[in-house]
């Protein structure tokens, strides 16, 4: 549990990452702890490989590539991937299980859910700011979004959106959030029988049923 926690600790960490990353040959360095990253050079590999858990560390173009966590069996557990853009510059990160499934995807780029969740939150005059906000998408074991969270860029939780998926792998429930006053904005349940359906939910602003409506589109635009 702890080294999965450093694992997710690790976007706090990364502009200072990208930084060091600069004064590194490219190659690959290995470290028994995480702490002695940042205060100490590279470990050998070879005293510890097989015997404790430890990190790689990679380095393309001189910047931090992949950060991969090892157990003490040399089976991969966790890996990070760091994105760059064109002009050199972090954009976000990709964790990895050790199976190479998708956990979670990480970008300070603008995606298509942040303008409806933004004017959803603070009204539809709002215009976003592109790097006043960072986002985080979670994935289940079928490679399915489960839950999209937006961040104000000091961090706060500005509103997320979480997704239920049925045995046969399509939407079930989909739910959206505003974090910022703490209520829930929309609900969707998916309904599959006949020629489709779905009940969309709408809350007021103090997070009230305000209107519920059933729509019917048909099998084939209801399957993602």
Known sequence: MQNKLIFLLLTLFLPLLALIAQQHNDGTYYYREWSRYNHSSADSLTAFQGKTPYYAVQYDSGRVSVVAYYHSDDSLQRRVVYHYDADDQYTGESMFDGAGNRLI??????????????????????????????????????DQQIRYELFAVNGDLVAHVETEWDANGRRKMETTWDDVHGRPIEKLHYDYTGEGSYILEIFDADGKLFSRMTLFHGQKLLTP
């Open 105 to 142: 995807m990480m970008t300070f780029r603008e995606q298509p859910e942040d303008k409806q969740l933004l004017q959803q939150v603070y009204g539809p005059d709002f215009h976003l700011k592109e790097r006043h906000f960072y986002s985080r998408r979670f994935f289940n074991q079928q």
